[in-house]
């Protein structure tokens, strides 16, 4: 009999994050998996960050996670895209080095003695009276624990397709987990099934390189953590290719192999990360493509093909990948394949991710039905935290919309439903103005510290940070710029000239005046020498200010729903002058304000209305 505060299963990024923040936070953790070798694993693109997922690692960092500490230690190209266009926009993306990533976070999960690692297969919950007590391993032997973080991602009676063939595997290599679902059903909870699926990794050495397009890492490196000393690595390009019309001709003419057209697999894939088929064939005005070549690490010539997703045969996938410029030679080391697999639709949970039926059961990452290392991550850090909580009978954490993008996609994920993989995107956020990459840590580092997740001296530095900030935007409220020959002379490389003394702030806010600007034309301002972290923030701030203002008040309108709470055993069946579609669904979801009943899909405008004004006049009743 083995005991433990905590036991999560499943070591990919949701149970990493769950595991560490759980032991920094004193709890003994068991973290089973079923290949220990496979811990951190970037079973499809090697890579973090990207637009939305950037914010989720800054988010994850700014709280006391380790994604952003890995991806900063590991990465083989960093580059911010979106450069162009606004900070609500912009992402941070690292292509990592897959190998070293696995092994970074390997090393940190065995540097903390209150984390024991397992290899077993989960294939039972111990369950009494709708509390969990523990589980059981394949070889039978019971490990309990008053708390159970499920980060199973797609192992869960996993299916390999390549072509018409199929086998059980949660990854190609891996072993599936077996049994674990039944325990599930069996305990009342809906199972579902969703697709996902992965390139080829081909022989970098049988590519013709000097035919493709490169793309370089940024020459000025940001980074995903907040923390100091981040390591300045050698950069790696990554290549661009096409697909021609003859790619188009041989996907088309095998889709009668492809296991999704031929109707073998029944769960839908991810929208925004389709095949390549499904590309071909939803889009057939589209004459090619884009397809990234993109290396897995320093130390192999493997590499990964981006946007080359497929199910169709092995032959087949040869003939495709060979269609395309500068890899008429390429030899395929592993073949692309889709996968299949069973999740617990997340409206079966709290917004603290613990299951609604049984206590002290939580789910996090693609068992959840989403998509992407990043929002797995995410989940798994917010369920570790919440079970230590759990277990400290206190308050749970509940993110919310307009704090962060993990509390978007968590109340996406509870308050929907969802009928294929989630993937955060910008548009999801409804405040993504305020809920920007760059103040990830302004948001979420004073919370963290809370919790007990971000250190004594790390708060500080934050601290300061954040002084020097307004220090730094209170003197440009104040200082005025005086025009002068010399002052313009500078100024007029740029298309810009002074026709009188103006403060700095207000010469900040013009689109095209920057602080870079301001050093040549300023000389406290250039003596100043205030980190690019400080001054970033004192720019978007001071240029941006009106659209922020504005968005503050949209959050400060949305937040009266969300305060409106409905009563404890609230019988939504039985609430008079709303439709009987909306009280099915109310039902269905158990929202706990408002603002959540609101976001459900579905429900009408005017059923809202009523059940506010219900609110207001205290006729929310228990016995309704």
């Known amino acids: 009999m083995f005991k433990y505060d905590i036991i999560v299963v499943g070591a990919g990024h949701?149970?990493?994050?769950?595991?560490?923040?759980?032991?920094?936070?004193?709890?003994?953790?068991?973290?089973?998996?079923?290949?220990i070798d496979n811990i951190a694993l970037m079973p499809c693109n090697p890579a973090i960050g990207g637009p939305s997922k950037s914010n989720i690692v800054r988010e994850i960092d700014a709280l006391g996670g380790v994604m952003g500490i890995a991806a900063d230690a590991t990465y083989m190209q960093m580059k911010t895209l979106n450069m162009t266009k606004g900070p609500a926009i912009r992402a941070l993306r690292?292509?990592?080095?897959?190998?070293?990533?696995?092994?970074?976070?390997?090393?940190?999960?065995?540097?903390?003695?209150?984390?024991?690692?397992?290899?077993?297969?989960?294939?039972?919950?111990?369950?009494?009276?709708?509390?969990?007590?523990?589980?059981?391993?394949?070889?039978?032997?019971?490990?309990?624990?008053?708390?159970?973080i499920l980060t199973t991602g797609t192992s869960l009676e996993g299916r390999?397709?390549?072509?018409?063939?199929?086998?059980?595997?949660?990854?190609?290599?891996?072993?599936?987990?077996?049994?674990?679902?039944?325990?599930?059903?069996?305990?009342?909870?809906?199972?579902?099934?969703?697709?996902?699926?992965?390139?080829?990794?081909?022989?970098?050495?049988?590519?013709n390189f000097d035919v493709l397009e490169k793309h370089y890492g940024d020459k000025e490196l940001s980074f995903f953590s907040?923390?100091?000393?981040?390591?300045?690595?050698?950069?790696?390009?990554?290549h661009l290719t096409r697909t021609t019309s003859k790619t188009h001709e041989i996907i088309l003419a095998n889709l009668d192999k492809s296991p999704m057209f031929a109707g073998l697999i029944h769960g839908r894939g991810p929208r925004y990360c389709p095949s390549i088929e499904d590309k071909v064939v939803r889009f057939k005005d589209k004459e090619s493509h884009h397809i990234f070549i993109e290396p897995e690490g320093k130390s192999t010539y493997e590499t990964y093909v981006q946007g080359f997703s497929t199910s169709l045969p092995a032959n087949v996938q040869i003939q495709m990948l060979q269609s395309l410029p500068g890899l008429e030679k390429v030899k395929v080391i592993?073949?692309?394949?889709?996968?299949?697999?069973?999740?617990?639709?997340?409206?079966?949970?709290?917004?603290?991710?613990?299951?609604?039926?049984?206590?002290?059961?939580?789910?996090?990452?693609?068992?959840?039905?989403?998509?992407?290392?990043e929002e797995a991550a995410g989940q798994g850090l917010i369920a570790g935290i919440n079970a230590v909580l759990y277990l400290q009978s206190k308050d749970m954490l509940n993110l919310s919309r307009n704090s962060s993008y993990i509390g978007t996609l968590i109340d996406d994920l509870v308050t929907k439903e969802m009928d294929e993989p989630y993937r955060m995107l910008p548009s999801r956020s409804e405040?993504?103005?305020?809920?920007?990459?760059?103040?990830?840590?302004?948001?979420?580092?004073?919370?963290?510290?809370?919790?007990?997740?971000?250190s004594n001296e790390r708060y500080e530095r934050f601290v300061s940070k954040m002084n020097s900030i307004e220090e730094e935007k209170i003197r440009c409220s104040n200082e005025k710029i005086s025009p002068s020959e010399e002052n313009n002379a500078k100024l007029k490389k740029y298309g810009l000239t002074l026709e009188r003394g103006y403060k700095i702030s207000e010469l900040l806010k013009r689109p095209d005046f920057t602080y870079e600007i301001l050093k040549e034309v300023d000389d406290r301002t250039h003596n100043l020498c205030l980190p690019k972290e400080v001054t970033e923030q004192v720019e978007i701030q001071i240029k941006y200010e009106g659209y922020i203002v504005r968005q503050n008040a949209q959050v400060e309108q949305a937040s009266k729903l969300d305060n409106i709470k409905f009563p404890v055993?609230?019988?939504?069946?039985?609430?008079?002058?709303?439709?009987?579609?909306?009280?099915?669904?109310?039902?269905?979801?158990?929202?706990?304000?408002?603002?959540?009943?609101?976001?459900?899909?579905?429900?009408?405008?005017?059923?809202?209305?009523?059940?506010?004004?219900?609110?207001?006049?205290?006729?929310?009743?228990?016995s309704c």
Not at 97 to 114: H, P, Q, T, V
Not at 168 to 180: K, S
Not at 433 to 449: C, F, M, S, V, W
């Open 14 to 35: 949701a149970g990493i994050e769950a595991s560490v923040a759980a032991a920094k936070l004193g709890c003994k953790v068991l973290l089973a998996t079923i290949n």
């Open 94 to 148: 690292a292509q990592s080095d897959k190998k070293e990533y696995m092994a970074f976070m390997r090393n940190l999960l065995e540097s903390y003695e209150n984390i024991d690692l397992k290899q077993c297969c989960v294939t039972t919950l111990i369950v009494e009276k709708n509390i969990v007590k523990g589980i059981t391993d394949e070889l039978g032997q019971i490990y309990e624990a008053p708390c159970v």
């Open 160 to 207: 390999i397709y390549i072509g018409l063939n199929s086998f059980r595997a949660g990854r190609l290599g891996e072993f599936p987990a077996i049994g674990l679902s039944d325990s599930l059903k069996s305990l009342g909870l809906n199972i579902g099934k969703l697709k996902t699926g992965t390139p080829a990794r081909v022989d970098g050495r049988t590519i």
């Open 226 to 238: 907040f923390e100091p000393n981040r390591p300045i690595r050698e950069q790696y390009p990554c």
């Open 334 to 373: 592993k073949p692309a394949y889709a996968v299949e697999y069973d999740y617990v639709p997340a409206i079966q949970l709290e917004h603290s991710l613990m299951t609604k039926r049984i206590k002290g059961l939580f789910c996090a990452g693609q068992i959840n039905g989403t998509s992407g290392y």
């Open 431 to 454: 405040y993504r103005l305020i809920l920007r990459q760059d103040n990830a840590d302004a948001r979420l580092t004073e919370l963290g510290y809370r919790i007990g997740l971000i």
């Open 569 to 622: 055993g609230i019988n939504f069946m039985k609430i008079d002058h709303i439709s009987s579609e909306t009280k099915e669904k109310l039902t269905k979801i158990n929202p706990k304000t408002l603002g959540q009943a609101a976001r459900i899909g579905g429900i009408k405008p005017a059923d809202i209305s009523v059940l506010l004004v219900l609110a207001e006049t205290n006729r929310l009743k228990t």
